[in-house]
């Protein structure tokens, strides 16, 4: 079964604090992952997607297909950085999302 | 561009009702997908649709339906109304893989 896990509902940290938001995936085959985020009152948006590599708003994530993760990080957060993220996977060449039931970071000054 | 857009933003019906929802997506996008989110359930995939052909479509009975026009706006429909089926409905387009999420129409069956 296709499945996303984003064990965390909330996450609560310090501004400059490091940041891990965990996501699980299980699926036979090669999936495509992609991180989304949702700022208050703002349209669900993407954050960034494995295969582009790339470093959106100083957050990473590694595609670690032994252990079926693919985990957000970001070495110092910034109050503008709380949001709800949600952990997505797809097929190549199909846009069906599978999301996680996402966290919601919060984060203090 | 203009990002894409979703009529009407709110509805409210009753049970046993059916409602149609639209989505216009970004011009050139020829790839449109539904969603579901609740609170209980998240976000859940509906329907993907691509030069008018249905791609893909997920786990919800048949009184759900779309459909897409050659222009590649989508519509999508609910018939018979459930209590159950309150939630934002969002639609997507698609371009190279990233898709572009609408505000939602919010649905509230009473």
């Known amino acids: 079964a296709q499945r996303v896990t984003q064990p965390e509902k909330l996450l609560s940290v310090f501004k400059g604090a490091p940041v891990e938001l965990k996501c699980n995936y299980s699926y036979s085959g090669s999936p495509e992952l992609f991180w989304y985020v949702q700022y208050s009152r703002q349209r669900l948006q993407l954050l960034l997607r494995?295969?582009s590599r790339e470093s959106i708003k100083g957050f990473t994530a590694d595609l670690n297909k032994g252990e079926t993760s693919f985990h957000l990080k970001k070495p110092f957060a910034q109050e503008e950085d709380s949001a709800m993220y949600y952990c997505?996977?797809?097929?190549?060449?199909?846009?069906?999302?599978?999301f996680g039931t996402g966290t919601r970071l919060q984060v203090f000054p | 561009k203009a990002g894409v857009t979703q009529t009407p933003r709110y509805l409210i019906k009753t049970r046993g009702q059916q409602v149609t929802l639209s989505c216009s997506p970004i011009s050139g996008h020829r790839s449109v997908s539904w969603y579901q989110q609740t609170p209980g359930q998240g976000l859940q995939f509906l329907f993907e649709?691509?030069?008018?052909?249905?791609?893909n479509k997920g786990n919800f009975p048949g009184r759900f339906s779309g459909r897409q026009f050659s222009n590649s706006r989508s519509e999508m429909n609910v018939s018979t109304l459930e209590l159950g089926d309150s939630a934002l409905y969002l639609c997507a387009s698609s371009y190279l893989g990233e898709q572009f999420f609408g505000p939602g129409t919010r649905l509230t069956v009473l």
């Open positions: 997505a996977l797809s097929r190549y060449n199909t846009d069906k999302l599978i």
């Open positions: 649709y691509f030069s008018e052909t249905q791609r």
């Open positions: 494995h295969i």
